[in-house]
């Protein structure tokens, strides 16, 4: 079965940093694009980032950009994404996605993808 296991999250301080890792099995890997969705609390879904199958990022959250970088390894099957100075805003639970496209219904933009890890907690809080 496919399955996607996300690790790295936890608390951090504001300005601070997390890597989190997402560990893929249950299917190739390397012929799907992959992305991040993260939920704040009360909120809906949102994408944080894309990439290729070949490594390329094709998506960056405005509220993200030029602090968060995803990247892959196709070669341990995992998605990663380095968060850099973090803030209170980005606390959430982040999933790794397989196969996602972002949907619009009812004036409200969400993410549909094939396949979902179970999510990892990020709190930024001082």
């Known amino acids: 079965q496919v399955q996607l296991v996300e690790s790295g999250g936890g608390l951090v301080q504001p300005g601070g940093s997390l890597r989190l890792s997402c560990a893929a099995s249950?299917?190739?890997?390397?012929?799907?694009?992959m992305s991040w969705v993260r939920q704040a609390p009360g909120k809906g879904l949102e994408r944080v980032s894309s990439i290729t199958r070949t490594n390329v990022p094709t998506f960056y959250a405005n509220s993200v950009r030029g602090r968060f970088t995803i990247t892959r390894d196709n070669a341990k099957s995992t998605l990663y994404l380095q968060m850099n100075n973090l803030k209170p805003e980005d606390t959430g639970v982040y999933y790794c996605a397989k196969g996602c496209v972002t949907v619009s219904s009812n004036g409200t933009t969400t993410e549909r993808c094939d396949q979902w890890g179970q999510g990892i907690q990020v709190t930024v809080s001082s």
């Open positions: 249950g299917f190739s890997f390397s012929t799907y694009s």
